[in-house]
């Protein structure tokens, strides 16, 4: 069975820095993508790139590019998502979802979510 | 920037079908992606290149992308099938999602 379960509810200060992660199973990691999408109430569901765990090619939506670090460990079959600064305005919920294989690439398996709250 | 159009809301009386548009530039000739989200809930792919269900998909649920504007057509809608729901196309590498309609069953 496909998984990707993502690490919990993360309540940060602005300027601090944070690792989220997803945790895959029940599939090889390697040649499959791995995309990032934020969701807020406003914007609602906003992609923020994208890694292949094969050689840690990354695409950034140029939006979140410079903003945010996508990474793999394909020892642990993990992808990870990092702010070296966090600011107000990343408060939302990140996913962590897989990318079809092939021409479909649709996100056919998705993370439970990872709320970050960043507050003074 | 690549955008996509949805209505804010599509009601449905149980039982009835339910059309969810997505519109955007020339997005007849793209792959369109569909998924729903319940409260609380991650999305789910529920159609993707346009007309085809992933695995555990109920038939009930149809896309097309042809004429006017590519749609999720749910038909026999039951209460469950009250959630959001998002198209998504691609433009360059980049994954672009509609705003999302509710659909409200009465």
């Known amino acids: 069975e496909v998984q990707l379960v993502q690490s919990g509810a993360e309540v940060k200060k602005p300027g601090e820095s944070l690792k989220i992660s997803c945790q895959t199973s029940g599939y090889n990691f390697i040649p499959y993508w791995i995309g990032w999408v934020r969701q807020t109430p406003e914007k609602g569901l906003e992609w923020m790139g994208m890694i292949y765990p094969g050689d840690s090619d990354s695409r950034y939506n140029p939006s979140f590019e410079g903003q945010v670090t996508m990474s793999a460990d394909r020892s642990t079959s993990t992808a990870y998502l990092q702010w070296s600064s966090l600011k107000a305005s990343d408060t939302a919920v990140y996913y962590c979802?897989?990318?079809?294989?092939?021409?479909?690439?649709?996100?056919?398996?998705w993370g439970q979510g990872t709320l970050v709250t960043v507050s003074s | 920037s690549y955008d996509l159009t949805q209505a804010r809301s599509v009601s449905v009386a149980l039982g009835q079908t339910a059309r969810i548009a997505c519109g955007g530039h020339k997005i007849g000739s793209k792959n369109v992606y569909w998924y729903q989200q319940k409260p609380g809930q991650a999305p789910v792919l529920v159609i993707y290149?346009?007309?085809n269900r992933p695995s555990g998909v109920p038939e009930r649920f149809s896309g097309s992308n042809s004429g006017d504007a590519p749609a999720l057509t749910i038909s026999g809608v039951q209460a469950g099938d009250e959630a959001l729901y998002y198209c998504q196309v691609w433009a360059s590498s980049t994954a672009v999602f509609g705003g999302g309609t509710q659909l409200t069953v009465l």
């Open positions: 979802a897989r990318l079809m294989v092939g021409d479909t690439r649709g996100l056919d398996f």
């Open positions: 290149s346009d007309k």
